[in-house]
């Protein structure tokens, strides 16, 4: 790390320094920081680019970000959603506020290591509904220098916005760049937040059920168009809504959500999922048939399309056929 930063300082002070050598320099030099999670963030977005910095490629494959085994998944500790408590998750979260949408986090507790969720609960009449059907114009992930924390859905100002799952309202008001942002705590431990709407429909500590409209959509804050900002947290720390939903079709990926923690974030996985590192010469088509799945189901999962260039050494979460 020492002899890195010496040799960045002596490029800087160069008058032509190469500046594609110097960013993935930099780049270099954060990745060696990162946590799992972060990494694979980034990672992901990487491949994405027109241009992958190559050079780079051997030191980003070094990430740790490993599936828990299933022996894992199996002694994981499954939250209990009928805690007693006043307020969803209450004895999970402790205080409850309706002031900071941002109260609990960003970092992850130290006393979790592998939950799992359930994230509905049909013999409780608990359900799901997608908040919006439209296009995503943005995903989770890193974009333009920093990470996105949700995915952004096209709409029609005054269109309906639904809550994903039943829980109450935590937070409803105006909240800087988020715009009018709903905030909802659900009972399987995630909350939902709903941001650049145009009208409330819900006020703080109202239940709600899923599908249940908790605003109309809008541009409010900063917002170049109308769209729906979407984010899932647990605890504070935002997960990436694909690895829940198919946002696609608006189906779950699963009944159950696999979340263990790393040293900054949450690693999240739909239940029954696992990585697959692409080898030279592979496809979307073979990866898919090899594992029993659709070339849809690793795009959606993945956040890629069909025309992606997959790149040797690749992380590529998967779902495998049921039994």
């Not at 694979?40 to 491949?47: A, C, R």
């Not at 199996?74 to 969803?88: N, R």
Request: include cysteine.
């Amino acid at each position: 790390d020492d002899r890195l930063a010496e040799l960045l300082d002596s490029l800087c002070s160069v008058p032509d320094a190469p500046a594609d050598l110097v960013r993935d320099l930099r780049l270099f030099q954060r990745i060696r920081s990162m946590d799992e999670e972060h990494m694979v963030l980034l990672i992901d977005s990487l491949f994405e680019l027109d241009t992958v910095p190559y050079a780079l490629i051997n030191e980003i494959n070094l990430y740790a970000s490993e599936l828990p085994s299933q022996r894992e998944v199996d002694g994981g500790g499954l939250l209990d959603w009928h805690d007693g408590a006043d307020t969803p998750m209450g004895s999970l979260y402790g205080a409850w506020n309706t002031t900071n949408p941002n109260a609990y986090g960003p970092a992850p507790d130290p006393n979790d290591s592998l939950l799992l969720l359930k994230l509905t609960d049909p013999d409780w009449a608990c359900g799901f509904s997608m908040p919006i059907e439209g296009i995503v114009t943005s995903r989770f992930g890193w974009r333009d220098g920093r990470n996105h924390n949700g995915v952004d859905i096209d709409l029609e100002v005054w269109d309906p916005v639904r809550s994903m799952f039943p829980g109450v309202v935590r937070f409803s008001g105006y909240y800087g760049s988020f715009g009018r942002l709903v905030v909802v705590r659900h009972h399987n431990g995630l909350e939902s937040f709903y941001a650049h709407l145009h009208r409330f429909k819900v006020n703080v500590g109202d239940v709600v059920e899923a599908g249940q409209v908790v605003g109309l959509g809008g541009s409010s804050g900063r917002s170049s168009g109308s769209h729906l900002h979407f984010e899932l947290r647990f605890k504070g720390v935002p997960i990436d809504p694909g690895r829940v939903i198919d946002l696609s079709s608006g189906q779950l990926q699963a009944d159950t959500l696999v979340l263990k923690r790393t040293r900054w974030s949450y690693a999240a996985y739909p239940r029954g999922t696992r990585f697959h590192t692409v080898e030279k010469g592979e496809h979307l088509y073979a990866i898919a048939e090899r594992y029993g799945t659709s070339i849809h189901k690793l795009c959606e999962l993945n956040g890629i399309s069909r025309r992606s260039i997959l790149r040797v050494g690749q992380q590529l979460l998967v779902a495998e056929a049921g039994p």
